[in-house]
């Protein structure tokens, strides 16, 4: 969008070489001299000059039209950062609702390993499985909780991807204990800085 917005000042930078130009000019002296008949001599005079372009051979007008199709690209561009953008955040959002799905399914899943195993070590107390069945039956419930786990870590990571789409993947909305960067503290060590080397820190 700012890019846009250069651009259509260009144009109208470009636009300006067809305008015609002003110049104005004056000056006024004043002089004393004890040796002259007039001891006091006063001029004044101001010139005023219109230049008024008419052809200077087309350069300014293909700069203005090469400028023009840059924005007119400039435009196009931002239409297509929009629609990537939106595809972006939809498939993230996508992936995010399926992750959510997926520990449901996956907690559900060590849920009914868990009341399987101990099923199978009800029966194998009793002589009806063997402690095979029961090793299964552990592997199954470890295999549950293994994609438990990673259906959470999935989930997590779809949440980032949803914050990074949308431009919020800051340590201002994670809440990270760190120190945020302020342009504009900065921006008044410096301002009133014009002239020398050293930087605000003393480099």
Do not use: C
Not at 16 to 22: D, E, I, S, Y
Not at 84 to 94: K, L
Not at 108 to 124: D, H, K, P
Not at 172 to 201: A, E, F
């Amino acid at each position: 969008m700012y890019g846009i917005d250069v651009s259509y000042l260009q144009v109208k930078i470009n636009e300006g070489a067809l305008f015609p130009t002003v110049t104005l000019q004056g000056s006024v002296q004043q002089a004393w001299d004890s040796t002259l008949q007039l001891p006091r001599s006063f001029n004044a005079s101001a010139t005023a000059q219109v230049v008024v372009p008419i052809y200077q051979g087309g350069a300014e007008y293909a700069l203005i039209r090469q400028s023009k199709e840059s924005l007119a690209q400039q435009r196009l561009n931002l239409d297509l950062v929009r629609d990537q953008t939106r595809a972006t955040i939809a498939q993230a959002w996508g992936q995010l609702i399926a992750g959510r799905s997926q520990v449901a399914s996956a907690q559900a899943q060590v849920t009914a390993s868990e009341i399987a195993l101990n099923g199978v070590r009800e029966e194998a107390r009793v002589g009806q499985r063997t402690t095979l069945d029961v090793l299964n039956a552990q592997q199954a419930l470890v295999n549950a909780r293994v994609a438990l786990v990673t259906a959470q870590h999935d989930r997590v990571v779809a949440s980032y991807a949803v914050l990074n789409a949308v431009g919020r993947l800051s340590p201002l909305t994670l809440k990270l204990r760190t120190s945020v960067y302020d342009p504009n503290v900065h921006y008044q060590q410096v301002r009133d800085s014009w002239g020398g080397i050293r930087t605000p820190d003393g480099h």
